[in-house]
């Protein structure tokens, strides 16, 4: 079965600065997708980014950057100049090639402070 | 609107009563998932459709659930004798194509339901 980890309950930065959110997954499939959510106060699930398992190159959105590690199962977020929008819940995500459901962490609450 | 739209918002119901949460899909999306999102917790499937198919009720926790995509849009939950477990947000999600994986999946704001 597919886990997916999140370690960090809470995590806080300073407006501007670079903050790194953790995901670790286990499974034992070779074809799959990892998801970054973002899910605000008003509950409303946002795709932030996704990265391919077979693709070696990590996966940029503008100020969003994951670090994927395939051979340890690692799947970071890197958040840099943060803004005070960006403050939210942070879900990580798996699916594989053989379904189509995602399978979420248990969430990691980003505070950015002025 | 262009989103996914779910209704009510919110459901308050006694012990024991039945719910139906409603789901509409952004126009033309064949997949549609259902998740049941407890407090403080990531989302956890609940079933999957593809067009009027069920393809997945893996999640489904027990008989009491019940989904159903009779026209391959819009959506129904059916909760039935609801007890306090079933206390939760549920989220809609659908996505362009099935195979959900290769295009990304558009989440509704969800029903909170609370079951006194």
């Known amino acids: 079965a597919q886990t997916v980890t999140q370690s960090q309950p809470e995590m806080s930065v300073q407006e501007a600065e670079t903050v790194t959110l953790s995901c670790t997954y286990d499974t034992s499939e070779n074809n799959y997708y990892l998801f970054w959510y973002k899910q605000p106060p008003s509950r409303q699930m946002i795709l932030v980014i996704r990265?391919?398992?077979?693709?070696?190159q990590n996966a940029t959105e503008n100020r969003f950057s994951v670090n994927f590690q395939k051979a340890a199962k690692s799947f970071s977020l890197k958040i840099s100049d943060s803004q005070l929008g960006d403050t939210a819940m942070y879900f990580c995500a798996f699916t594989s090639y053989n379904t189509d459901k995602l399978i979420f962490g248990t969430g990691t609450r980003l505070q950015v402070f002025p | 609107g262009a989103g996914v739209s779910q209704s009510p918002r919110y459901k308050v119901a006694k012990r024991g009563q039945d719910v139906a949460l409603r789901c509409d899909p952004i126009?033309?999306?064949?997949?549609l998932f259902w998740y049941q999102q407890a407090l403080g917790q990531g989302p956890e499937f609940l079933t999957y459709?593809?067009?009027?198919?069920?393809?997945?009720k893996s999640g489904l926790p027990s008989d009491r659930f019940f989904a159903e995509r009779p026209e391959g849009s819009v959506s129904t939950l059916k909760i039935q004798r609801t007890q306090q477990e079933d206390s939760a947000v549920y989220l809609c999600a659908s996505s362009l194509t099935g195979g959900g994986q290769l295009q990304p999946q558009h989440f509704g704001d969800g029903t909170r339901l609370s079951i006194l």
């Open positions: 990265q391919e398992a077979y693709k070696q």
């Open positions: 459709f593809q067009n009027e198919a069920q393809l997945d």
């Open positions: 126009s033309g999306h064949v997949s």
